[in-house]
């Protein structure tokens, strides 16, 4: 019996913290639902920075094709920005993409990569929920979730047979206190 005691102490020490960060940003993840905290504070800043212009895509590609000095566009992406909307282009026969600012004409380098959108609201409840479901470590964290889901059964199964059997001898020996530990 003391050698499951000290398996099941052992491992609910290192579940208890998993349990304690799945329930705190548990808890944080249901309150900005209810509250849409979030969303608020995405809607203010859609509301600071102004409504984004509608873009015609035909009007666009025509600016791009103006700023290009006649070389022939392999890719085109465009982007709304704060100030202006914006084209990454890469040119054929070469491997960095341009920046041109569809208002100004402004070239600069650029980065086919995509930016990270969103409020700091929502880049927080974003990490909020990676951590919730341990995906900021990426596959890694989905089995060790997995296996501290596993971990909880264990324990709470484990905790209950041992409290069963202590309670049973208790019983046995006509203890008074039968139902909770000493």
């Not at 022939?72 to 041109?100: C, H, N, S, W, Y």
């Not at 409840?125 to 890694?140: D, P, Q, W, Y």
């Not at 041992?162 to 139902?179: A, D, I, L, N, P």
């Amino acid at each position: 019996m003391n050698f499951w005691r000290r398996w099941h102490r052992w491992l609910g020490i290192v579940a208890g913290v998993l349990l304690i960060l799945m329930a705190v940003t548990g808890v944080l993840l249901q309150v900005d639902e209810v509250g849409g905290f979030s969303e608020k504070a995405r809607e203010q800043a859609i509301q600071r920075r102004g409504a984004v212009q509608p873009l015609d895509l035909v009007t666009a590609a025509r600016q791009v094709e103006t700023h290009s000095g006649g070389r022939a566009i392999e890719m085109l992406k465009l982007e709304a920005r704060k100030g202006a909307p914006v084209a990454i282009v890469r040119f054929a026969g070469t491997d960095r993409p341009v920046q041109i600012d569809l208002l100004t004409g402004a070239q600069k380098p650029g980065s086919e990569a995509p930016r990270p959108g969103g409020s700091m609201a929502e880049k927080v409840r974003l990490l909020i929920l990676n951590l919730h479901t341990l995906g900021i470590v990426g596959g890694a964290g989905h089995i060790v979730g997995g296996i501290a889901g596993v971990a909880m059964a264990v324990l709470g199964g484990s905790g209950l047979w041992m409290w069963w059997v202590m309670r049973r001898e208790r019983v046995r020996r006509g203890s008074r206190q039968t139902w909770f530990w000493k």
